[in-house]
């Protein structure tokens, strides 16, 4: 939901995305062979960011692995974005580098569910794992066929359709609170919020378990 909403946000602001960097590459071709180089700077910036957020990223990963402070930077990214947003003087390509970072972020920290790889930044992918998938358990569970390994559990089809259902409905709460509200950038943070106290309960939990 975070991923699409931001995605929205940066779309609505200036026609780029701040997590689909295929679509970004793409627009930055045609940009350049018009010649349009002010749009070509910001999506250089974006792209930018987004590698930058990626490094960012990996190195906490390497240093340690729960994925909570991971989550509080892009929290801290997106109120940061929130004021520059509301700042007049502030170009809104600003806003978009930071959210870009936010997204990279996102899709380093967050890419396993229940043994599922899963990509929540970009859902392309997503959309062909659960149809595959959805095919692979249909074929073993209602017509017989036999395993191909060690079979296929429900999480492989249902997790990446989930993912794409949630994508979607980020991307109409951005577009639908976008124009009403000048403080958008509240209901991701708020959903990271979630993500974060979840994330603790699930490792207290886990080292209660241990102990």
């Not at 993912?163 to 951005?174: E, F, L, M, P």
Request: one cysteine or more; aromatic letters at 8%; hydrophobic letters at 55%.
């Amino acid at each position: 939901m975070v991923a699409g909403y931001i995605d929205v946000i940066g779309y609505l602001d200036l026609s780029i995305y701040t997590g689909a960097m295929t679509g970004n590459t793409a627009q930055l071709g045609i940009e350049l062979a018009r010649g349009n180089w002010h749009i070509v700077t910001t999506i250089g910036l974006v792209l930018v960011a987004f590698f930058c957020g990626g490094i960012v990223s990996s190195i906490i990963r390497r240093m340690m692995q729960p994925p909570v402070l991971e989550l509080l930077l892009m929290a801290l990214l997106l109120l940061v974005a929130q004021v520059l947003r509301l700042a007049q003087n502030v170009s809104l390509r600003w806003e978009l580098v930071l959210l870009a970072m936010a997204a990279a972020m996102q899709g380093e920290t967050i890419s396993r569910f229940s043994g599922v790889a899963l990509q929540t930044i970009v859902i392309t992918n997503n959309l062909l794992k659960c149809a595959k998938a959805f095919v692979d358990y249909c074929a073993e569970h209602l017509c017989g066929a036999p395993r191909q390994g060690k079979g296929v559990h429900w999480a492989e089809s249902a997790l990446p359709g989930m993912a794409w259902v949630s994508y979607a409905i980020g991307a109409v709460s951005a577009a639908l609170i976008v124009a009403r509200s000048d403080y958008p950038l509240i209901v991701p943070m708020i959903l990271l919020g979630l993500v974060i106290g979840f994330t603790l309960a699930f490792e207290r939990g886990q080292a209660g378990k241990s102990e």
